[in-house]
């Protein structure tokens, strides 16, 4: 006897066939595979965890679960992340561990700057935190007229497919004092200048500033210091897309403040400003800003 099958089974399992052969045929168009030490880096204001609506957590962390598993960075850095908010992101991403403390106090109070890492490819080596300020050592601390205390949280990792060591920096500007954002850029600078060159470092996050239209930016890329991995990049998706969108629409103006810049030599295949939504809520009142890189051979 053959069992009957419903209408919705039925429909579910042409819509799932339909899929498996759209993402294959994607595969098929898109060449030769990945080479097997490129890295998928993201960087990603997740907007804090708020529970009035609209754009309430519980309503935006589904998405933001889907969008990140669709995505699979292997290391990604974060803003604004509440305590809470990075715990339940922790539940929903198990393959990742994640770093970072609050901004306020060092500890768990305030905003993260929370780097998460796929526990099967990163090793993390060491940790380091410091705030963008006068006293950069001084948890909380802020001195440049900004009233958020802004901060880095800076991981070395080993690659365990390639063995390679690299830096990650994730750092969040501020977003309405120019010369905040102007002394954190000379800080940043310094202090990856103290790091040895031979070792590659990557520095994301949200610059509240324009790439390319702000003397920050120009501050850390100008004199080839550091390299904006979306120059670099072979292909990119979403070119004239804003990385903000304020939970209201796609602005295609090219403002770009969310960066992933680079130190040492580095290759991009590919980099996008992933423009997910589903039902007219967006996961974040930003984008994620996606990079597929490699760096090159140890000399």
């Not at 803003?79 to 500890?107: K, P």
């Not at 990049?233 to 403040?257: L, P, Y």
């Amino acid at each position: 006897m053959i069992p009957r099958i419903s209408n919705r089974l039925l429909r579910a399992g042409l819509l799932a066939l339909t899929l498996s052969l759209v993402n294959g045929a994607g595969r098929a168009e898109s060449g030769e595979p990945e080479p097997g030490d490129t890295l998928t880096v993201m960087t990603y204001n997740l907007r804090f965890a708020s529970a009035t609506p609209p754009n309430a957590w519980p309503q935006r962390r589904p998405l933001m679960r889907e969008v990140i598993t669709q995505i699979s960075p292997d290391v990604f850095g974060t803003q604004e992340g509440l305590y809470g908010q990075l715990q339940d992101l922790a539940t929903d991403l198990q393959d990742y561990n994640w770093i970072g403390v609050g901004r306020d106090d060092g500890r768990r109070k305030g905003e993260f700057m929370a780097i998460f890492y796929r526990r099967a490819r990163l090793e993390s080596l060491s940790t380091n935190y410091f705030w963008l300020s006068d006293t950069p050592e001084v948890p909380g601390s802020t001195t440049w007229g900004n009233e958020n205390r802004r901060m880095v949280t800076a991981v070395k990792f080993r690659d365990l497919r390639t063995r390679r060591i690299f830096c990650f920096w994730d750092t969040h500007f501020d977003h309405q004092v120019q010369l905040a954002r102007e002394k954190s850029a000379a800080l940043v600078r310094k202090r990856i200048s103290a790091l040895p060159s031979s070792v590659p470092l990557l520095l994301v996050g949200d610059f509240n500033a324009v790439a390319g239209q702000n003397r920050a930016y120009h501050a850390l890329v100008d004199d080839g210091f550091l390299v904006d991995t979306w120059k670099l990049a072979k292909q990119r998706g979403g070119e004239d897309v804003d990385t903000f969108n304020g939970f209201k629409d796609i602005v295609r103006e090219g403002h770009r403040i969310d960066w992933i810049l680079a130190r040492g030599e580095v290759v991009v295949d590919r980099e996008e400003i992933v423009t997910f939504s589903k039902e007219g809520q967006f996961p974040s009142d930003h984008f994620p800003l996606v990079a597929k890189l490699r760096f090159a051979a140890e000399k």
